[in-house]
T-cell receptor, first 116, second 111 residues
Framework: KAGVTQTPRYLIKTRGQQVTLSCSPI?????VSWYQQTPGQGLQFLFE???????NKGNFPGRFSGRQFSNSRSEMNVSTLELGDSALYLC???????????????FGQGTRLTVV | GQSLEQPSEVTAVEGAIVQINCTYQ??????LSWYQQHDGGAPTFLSY????GLEETGRFSSFLSRSDSYGYLLLQELQMKDSASYFC????????????FGQGTELSVKP
């Protein structure tokens, strides 16, 4: 079974630009969550999508958005990039999204975004 | 809100036993998970505790005390390849079951 695939692996963008990151979950998984990881901040929850609907949202500004398609693939978009957005963006998929003990999340390798 | 606390770094020698503690505060608790992340890699699931007690999986064990809002990950017979970051995470039913992660503990295993 193929794992979670994130593209691209690395990205360099300029301040003010926008970026779209892609995540293909494990086949059959309907929940996709996104996390931002920076040194010293751990994994910060961005949002979770389940069956094309945003089910949870973290405390990030509106510049961060996402969506999920009918095949469960998900994209996240960051507009008007700032230097502080430089981070590893991780996507995790799970069958149901961690409800009542089905908590194992399968992570992709992440997209390393550098904003210059 | 939710918060998790774990030590930022731990050092141990090969063959030893190390315990990584995690205390949490959350309004709605389903369970506590542990993830391992090697440098530059994807976090991988290690264990999950929903009930009090010890769960053992090979060299790794995880413990939970719901009354103390406390858990730990125990790594035995440490190997060099265990050098990694370890994250505890809580599943919060008041937050739709989303996973909230701690800051991570960097484990260095020395020869």
């Amino acid at each position: 079974k193929a794992g979670v695939t994130q593209t691209p692996r690395y990205l360099i963008k300029t301040r003010g630009q926008q970026v779209t990151l892609s995540c293909s979950p494990i086949s059959g998984h309907r929940s996709v969550s996104w996390y931002q990881q920076t040194p010293g901040q751990g994994l910060q929850f961005l949002f979770e999508y389940f069956s094309e609907t945003q089910r949870n949202k973290g405390n990030f500004p509106g510049r961060f958005s996402g969506r999920q398609f009918s095949n469960s693939r998900s994209e996240m978009n960051v507009s008007t990039l700032e230097l502080g957005d430089s981070a590893l963006y991780l996507c995790a998929s799970s069958p149901t999204g961690g409800r009542r003990g089905t908590t194992e999340a399968f992570f992709g390798q992440g997209t390393r975004l550098t904003v210059v | 809100g939710q918060s998790l606390e774990q030590p930022s770094e731990v050092t141990a020698v090969e063959g030893a036993i190390v315990q990584i503690n995690c205390t949490y505060q959350t309004s709605g608790f389903y369970g506590l998970s542990w993830y391992q992340q090697h440098d530059g890699g994807a976090p991988t699931f290690l264990s999950y505790n929903a009930l009090d007690g010890l769960e053992e999986t090979g060299r790794f064990s995880s413990f939970l005390s719901r009354s103390d809002s406390y858990g730990y990950l125990l790594l035995q017979e440490l190997q060099m390849k265990d050098s990694a970051s370890y994250f505890c995470a809580v599943e919060d039913y008041n937050q739709g079951g989303k996973l909230i992660f701690g800051q991570g503990t960097e484990l260095s295993v020395k020869p």
